[in-house]
């Protein structure tokens, strides 16, 4: 069995000894902070993880968590999603946004499940990328999440706060998933996304991060001077 391996080739740019002791110690500051971090959505299979996050695309998963029993009940099978009426399909999951994309996606997906891999959702990312809706990040999440098979899933709050963290330089979700992946071990991979989706929703948002109550704060290159300039921006602009 094919496990997934960190991306693209060789690596040009090794990390030094100190930036991996101090990414290994903010992995330990918030793994005390967020004790059992895990996904945010809801799932009960493969097949349910797959679903939920091609719907969480540019939708937050608590709107996810509110369809998708629903969803799974009318639609419990890659069957059952093949042989959907789309224009059905997209009013069940149009609160999701870009509805019409997801639900032939959804379809698309689940033929392809059906017709190519018995109705079951492969475990390798070079599989995973040739379902429809797929991209790196969401083969990650099932990788990670439904098989135990270690993965970097590159979100919005994982890209946030590895930029602000010192951890990637990069904005491409794929270098920032080599630079992550260089600087911790295969075996917290997983985790570490789980970590910093919690730390990014409640303490490191986008606009003013809570650099005063964060865990990280000493190790953090970013710390402070964001949420100065957001908040002397904000001042400008009244």
């Not at 998963?61 to 069957?79: C, E, Q």
């Not at 951890?167 to 570490?192: A, C, H, N, V």
Request: aromatic share 6%; with cysteine; hydrophobic share 35%.
């Amino acid at each position: 069995m094919k496990t997934n391996e960190a991306t693209h080739g060789s690596n040009e740019n090794p990390v030094s000894a100190a930036e991996k002791a101090r990414a290994r110690k903010v992995y330990v500051l918030l793994e005390r902070e967020y004790p059992g971090a895990r996904p945010a959505l809801n799932f009960g299979s493969p097949f349910e993880l797959l679903v939920a996050t091609i719907l969480s695309t540019q939708c937050t998963d608590a709107r996810v968590n509110m369809i998708t029993p629903g969803l799974f009940k009318k639609y419990p099978s890659p069957d059952s999603f093949m042989s959907a009426d789309r224009a059905e399909l997209e009013k069940h999951v149009k609160s999701t946004g870009f509805y019409r994309q997801k639900a032939k996606a959804l379809i698309n997906a689940s033929r392809s499940l059906v017709e190519k891999f018995s109705g079951e959702v492969p475990h390798t990312m070079e599989e995973l990328l040739t379902l429809d809706g797929v991209g790196r990040k969401t083969a990650n999440v099932l990788l990670g999440n439904a098989f135990g098979i270690p993965g970097i899933a590159v979100d919005t709050h994982v890209s946030r706060l590895a930029q602000r963290l010192g951890f990637s330089q990069e904005s491409g979700p794929e270098k920032i998933e080599r630079d992550l992946s260089l600087l911790f071990r295969k075996e917290y991979w997983t985790g570490l996304c789980h970590l910093l989706m919690a730390h990014g929703r409640k303490v490191c948002s986008a606009r003013i991060p809570k650099c005063g109550m964060c865990v990280v704060g000493g190790l953090c290159p970013s710390a402070f001077k964001l949420s100065a300039s957001s908040k002397s921006k904000q001042k400008k602009g009244m």
